[in-house]
């Protein structure tokens, strides 16, 4: 059987650390979308760690970690990560496998990311310019290269030959940056890359499977980033719901048990794009300021604002989340009063559902006020000792959602989580 556990937000809801309190529950942990554009935290001994690449199971090292073949890889980063994890102990020949399908992000890759996001000007997507969509591109295009083709010999005219087309669109964007750095820091991660254990991840993972082994699928960004349903074309270039899993990994849809979605008890965005319940005004700043909200992977301060039970019921439905985890409800300690979303006001239409063009649409968002917990929680280890508030906007969260809540997260520590009762 295997779980998912992904981001029901715009990304950032604290999966990786979720990932890794439930690591302990699951044999192989496995990434099945997305590629460095994400920056999953977790604390291991206290230190903080931001993982790009590599699953979020890797510090339990019992635990085999899958980068699938939906993953974008980019050696580089992959190459600087393994060499921390590598710090703390952890040896990656045992425990990390590479699907062979897994598509490479190539320095043209990046550099087109860089290039197509100045010739957008204002209409910019806020990319993390990992290259992620020029990579993805080249997938659907049928032109990329892949970490399998790296044992192949005629992978450096392979190579040469893709960049030279890139090199045609770099040049109609005008983009006169050198990459030679780039590209030697790239082919020398190429080489360690090689050593690393390259494996067909579909008979890999199933073959886990069949014998009864327990697998947790992380997924990377967020519902709202997702490439289909997301706030396109404000979104990030994959299919980032529990759809992405089968694709992603090449397990069946059977195969899939429960679906646990991440949020967060307010919500974030980080890049452009619409977002309805942003408070571009002093509560926000408080939010970003007790959150820590700036990002993990580009260090860009979060836009931040209040839960959105529109997009998080949207969520729900196109995951088929059946258990929800909520993160950072001790970020909301300091707060008189609290707000949810229940309904969006789209020229004085009051609805529940995400509209076709959020961007052009304008929903304004429609609150239901909730008191605050003014308490610490952050020390909190069950579920009774919480404040009956938070219970009580839990509970209405349940209720609107047809889901329940069955962790809250409180703090960024391993064991900062409390289970629902
Ligand atoms: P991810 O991309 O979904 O893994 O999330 P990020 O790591 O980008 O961002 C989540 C941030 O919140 C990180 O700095 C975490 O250490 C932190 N975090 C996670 N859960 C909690 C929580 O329950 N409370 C607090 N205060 N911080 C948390
Ligand atoms: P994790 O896994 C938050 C956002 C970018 C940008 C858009 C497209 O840490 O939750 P891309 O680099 O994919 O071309 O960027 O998506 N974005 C994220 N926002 N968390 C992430 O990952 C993100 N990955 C991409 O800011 O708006
Ligand atoms: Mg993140």
């Given at each position: 059987?295997?779980?998912?556990?992904?981001?029901?937000?715009?990304?950032?809801?604290?999966?990786?650390?979720i990932?890794?309190?439930?690591a302990?529950?699951y044999?192989?942990?496995?990434?099945f979308?997305?590629?460095?554009?994400?920056g999953?935290?977790?604390y291991?001994?206290?230190?903080?760690v931001?993982l790009?690449?590599?699953?979020?199971g890797?510090f339990?090292?019992?635990?085999?970690?899958?980068?699938g073949?939906?993953?974008?890889?980019?050696?580089?980063t992959?190459?600087?990560?393994c060499?921390?994890?590598?710090?703390f102990?952890?040896?990656?020949?045992?425990?990390?496998f590479?699907?062979?399908?897994?598509?490479?992000?190539?320095?043209?890759?990046?550099a087109l990311d860089?290039?197509?996001?100045?010739?957008?000007?204002?209409e910019?997507?806020?990319?993390?310019?990992?290259?992620?969509?020029?990579?993805?591109?080249?997938?659907?295009?049928?032109n990329g290269?892949?970490?399998?083709?790296?044992?192949?010999?005629?992978?450096?005219?392979?190579y040469?030959?893709l960049?030279?087309?890139?090199?045609?669109?770099?040049d109609?964007?005008?983009?006169?940056?050198?990459?030679?750095?780039?590209?030697?820091?790239?082919?020398?991660a190429?080489?360690?890359?090689?050593?690393?254990?390259?494996?067909n991840?579909?008979?890999?993972?199933?073959?886990?499977?069949?014998?009864?082994?327990?697998?947790?699928?992380?997924?990377?960004?967020?519902?709202m980033?997702d490439?289909?349903?997301?706030?396109f074309?404000?979104?990030?270039?994959?299919?980032?719901?529990?759809?992405?899993?089968?694709?992603?990994?090449g397990?069946?849809?059977?195969?899939?048990?429960?679906?646990?979605g991440?949020?967060?008890?307010?919500?974030?965005?980080?890049?452009?794009?619409p977002?309805?319940?942003?408070l571009?005004?002093?509560?926000?700043?408080?939010?970003?300021?007790?959150?820590?909200?700036?990002?993990?992977?580009?260090?860009?301060?979060?836009?931040?604002?209040?839960?959105?039970?529109?997009?998080?019921?949207?969520?729900?439905?196109?995951?088929?989340?059946?258990k929800?985890?909520?993160?950072?409800?001790d970020?909301?300690?300091?707060?008189?009063?609290?707000?949810?979303?229940?309904?969006y006001?789209?020229?004085?239409k009051?609805?529940?559902?995400?509209p076709?063009?959020?961007?052009?649409?304008?929903p304004?968002?429609?609150?239901?006020s909730?008191p605050?917990?003014?308490t610490?929680?952050?020390?909190?280890?069950?579920?009774?000792?919480?404040?009956?508030?938070?219970?009580?906007?839990?509970s209405?969260?349940?209720e609107y959602?047809g889901?329940?809540?069955?962790?809250i997260?409180?703090?960024?520590?391993?064991?900062?989580?409390v289970?629902?009762?």
């Amino acid at each position: 059987m295997v779980d998912v556990l992904l981001g029901l937000q715009w990304g950032d809801e604290g999966k990786g650390k979720i990932v890794d309190f439930f690591a302990k529950n699951y044999d192989l942990v496995a990434r099945f979308q997305g590629g460095p554009n994400a920056g999953h935290t977790l604390y291991v001994n206290d230190k903080k760690v931001v993982l790009h690449q590599i699953p979020s199971g890797v510090f339990h090292p019992v635990i085999i970690n899958l980068i699938g073949n939906g993953v974008v890889l980019d050696p580089v980063t992959l190459k600087k990560e393994c060499d921390i994890v590598a710090s703390f102990g952890i040896d990656l020949k045992k425990n990390l496998f590479i699907s062979e399908r897994t598509h490479l992000i190539l320095p043209t890759h990046r550099a087109l990311d860089k290039a197509a996001e100045q010739s957008k000007g204002k209409e910019k997507i806020g990319s993390t310019l990992k290259g992620i969509g020029p990579t993805y591109m080249d997938k659907t295009g049928r032109n990329g290269l892949r970490v399998g083709d790296l044992l192949d010999k005629n992978f450096t005219s392979a190579y040469i030959k893709l960049r030279l087309k890139h090199q045609k669109l770099l040049d109609n964007f005008n983009f006169q940056e050198d990459i030679t750095a780039w590209e030697e820091e790239f082919f020398e991660a190429l080489e360690f890359l090689k050593e690393l254990n390259i494996v067909n991840g579909e008979y890999f993972i199933n073959k886990h499977i069949k014998d009864g082994k327990r697998v947790l699928a992380e997924g990377a960004q967020g519902s709202m980033l997702d490439i289909d349903f997301g706030t396109f074309p404000f979104v990030t270039s994959s299919n980032t719901i529990s759809a992405g899993v089968c694709n992603g990994l090449g397990v069946a849809p059977q195969l899939i048990r429960d679906v646990y979605g991440v949020t967060k008890a307010y919500c974030t965005r980080v890049g452009g794009g619409p977002f309805p319940t942003e408070l571009d005004n002093e509560v926000g700043e408080e939010l970003r300021k007790i959150g820590s909200e700036f990002g993990a992977t580009t260090g860009r301060p979060r836009r931040c604002g209040w839960i959105d039970l529109v997009a998080l019921r949207f969520a729900c439905m196109i995951n088929g989340v059946t258990k929800i985890v909520m993160t950072k409800a001790d970020v909301l300690d300091a707060f008189k009063e609290l707000q949810v979303c229940t309904d969006y006001n789209i020229n004085g239409k009051i609805g529940q559902e995400i509209p076709f063009q959020m961007e052009k649409q304008k929903p304004v968002p429609v609150y239901k006020s909730f008191p605050g917990w003014n308490t610490d929680t952050s020390g909190v280890k069950s579920f009774t000792d919480l404040p009956d508030t938070m219970k009580t906007y839990v509970s209405f969260i349940n209720e609107y959602l047809g889901v329940d809540v069955h962790y809250i997260s409180n703090g960024p520590g391993r064991e900062q989580i409390v289970k629902v009762d």
